[in-house]
């Protein structure tokens, strides 16, 4: 009879646990000088991805920039480097296209708003990215354009909070 009872208790609570449905993420945009960096040095990077990061640095030196050691140092403060280092490897492949076509100085605040347009894009949908990158040098059709080069699906960026 306990063993019976036993079940019932564990299928009962099993059936109650799946009726509950699992809260969506809440997803808010956040100031990026709102939130505190994890300590540096939290991930070992091999030489297959500091060979990447290099090449991330490179593309996006002009537009972001940043000396490489800061940049492999914000790769180090990632629990899961791999993930971001794919994200940024898909920002390259999105960028330097548009990159190549639009040389020279003059075209550099084009560059730097391509950038944005597509750090937006890594975190939500074509739409809400050109909405909220604010253009104001990039048309609607330019900015459609850029973005058929990133592969990813939006992933925002998870964060831990102290509530």
């Not at 972001?64 to 794919?86: C, M």
């Not at 940024?88 to 990159?99: D, G, H, I, V």
Request: aromatic content about 6%; overall charge negative; some cysteine.
């Amino acid at each position: 009879m306990k063993k019976i009872l036993l079940v019932a208790l564990l299928i009962t609570a099993a059936l109650a646990c799946k009726e509950k449905p699992t809260p969506e993420p809440k997803v808010e945009l956040v100031a990026i000088e709102d939130l505190t960096p994890s300590p540096a040095g939290s991930s070992y990077l091999t030489e297959t991805q500091l060979a990447h990061i290099k090449r991330i640095h490179q593309t996006f030196e002009e537009v972001y920039p940043i000396s490489l050691e800061e940049t492999i140092k914000n790769f180090k403060r990632d629990l899961h480097p791999d993930n971001e280092i794919n994200i940024w490897l898909a920002m390259t492949n999105a960028y330097e296209p548009y990159a190549a076509e639009h040389t020279g100085a003059e075209k550099l605040e084009y560059r730097k708003e391509a950038y944005k347009l597509i750090l937006m894009r890594t975190m939500m949908p074509d739409k809400e990215a050109i909405s909220n990158a604010h253009l104001k040098i990039l048309s609607g059709t330019e900015a459609q354009a850029i973005l058929t080069n990133y592969k990813l699906n939006a992933t925002p960026i998870k964060v831990k909070t102290n509530e």
